[in-house]
C-alpha cells in the first residue's frame, strides 16, 4: 500500500547546502541520504535536519 503525504516549505534555505557537504559532516554519517541509493524521500530525524538547517545559515 503507498501512502502519499503533501508537503509544502515553511521557508526557502539561506544557502543551499550540497550532498557533498552533507557527506563532509561527521554528525550526518548515518543520514538515509548518504547510505541509501533512492533520493526521493527518506526519514531525516530532527538532529539531523536540524544540522542541515544550521549549515544553510553558514
Known amino acids: 500500500r503507498w501512502v502519499v503525504v503533501d508537503l509544502k516549505p515553511v521557508s ?3 544557502n543551499p547546502v550540497s550532498l557533498k557537504q552533507i557527506k563532509a559532516e561527521p554528525s550526518l554519517k ?7 541509493s533512492r533520493l526521493s524521500v527518506m526519514p531525516v530525524s530532527k538532529k539531523e535536519f536540524d544540522k542541515i538547517l544550521k549549515m544553510s545559515k553558514g
Do not use: Y
Not at 548515518?30 to 541509501?36: F, M, P, Q, T
Open 12 to 14: 526557502a534555505l539561506s
Open 30 to 36: 548515518d543520514i538515509a541520504l548518504i547510505k541509501n
